[in-house]
């Protein structure tokens, strides 16, 4: 059985947001590390750099203390002592001064990715509120709540079904043409429309209703209403894709093909979809080139 298209672009959503949040955590735990190496190196130098002067200034003392003159071989090694310590220092000074920028450069870079990881978990996660109602309406109480708790949302003591709009209550037969649209679509262009809309749905409502309307998008309405079973109604597109089982039918659309043909789906009651040869995802705004809209829906 195919997911849901609504399920699918809500699990994506939150498949994106979990993954962003991940990256962010594990970014943020690179820089508190890098951070703390910081910290670390920076004692680990004045620990180093004061027991090198420590030694230097022990030597130093003991040159004034000797008699250098009499001695001068002694003069020359602890003068040699102080050179190479000086140079000790230099060197391990400029060693942890290369390891503390290393982390802090590091550090700069796990918090400017943390960031953006963070902008990304934010974007998706509004985007999945975006698309948890249609999702809603097809989730069990138990997945609505897990999804809802991955958002920070209450919990539900009841699944969210569609209720009536417009005074129009969803049968039977309409749900199973929502059902039936979906299967149908999933069967031919999946997501991708393949100039077949009226085929899709003809096949859909022969299927449920075991009869074959036939035309084409733009006539397909005149074999609905011959069949007895379908009447047509005047509510609002936004409306009618909160309603399952409706058939739309538009005149004209931008295509080549459209301009002749129009187009024609079966609402799937969510908000946004309709299917046809192809489930399309947000018809509403899609209907913004097209023309001429008609609506059918079951008689029982």
Known sequence: MSLNPAVKHLNNDLARMNKAQAGEKKELGAQKKALAS???DG????????GIQSQET???DQFVSSNASQDPAQAAKL????????????TTQDSFTTKIAGDKSTAAKDKKLAAKDQKSAKADHKQALKDLKPAEYHLSLKATNKDRKELGLKALKKAVRPTGIDGISTTPTMKALASQAVKTAMSMGGYNSEGLCATGVCRTVDDVMHFYPGGNGNTIGNGLLASGKFKQIHIPLADALKIPGLILSWQHTSTPEGRIYGHTAVTLGNGKESASDFV?????????SRSGLKIFM???
């Open 38 to 40: 910081v910290k670390t």
């Open 298 to 300: 079951p008689i029982k």
């Open 280 to 288: 399309e995802y947000d018809t509403l705004s899609a209907a913004q």
């Open 58 to 60: 022990a030597i130093v």
């Open 43 to 50: 004692t680990k130098e004045k620990t180093a750099l004061a």
């Open 79 to 90: 003068l040699g002592q102080i050179f190479s310590l000086g140079s000790k220092y230099q």
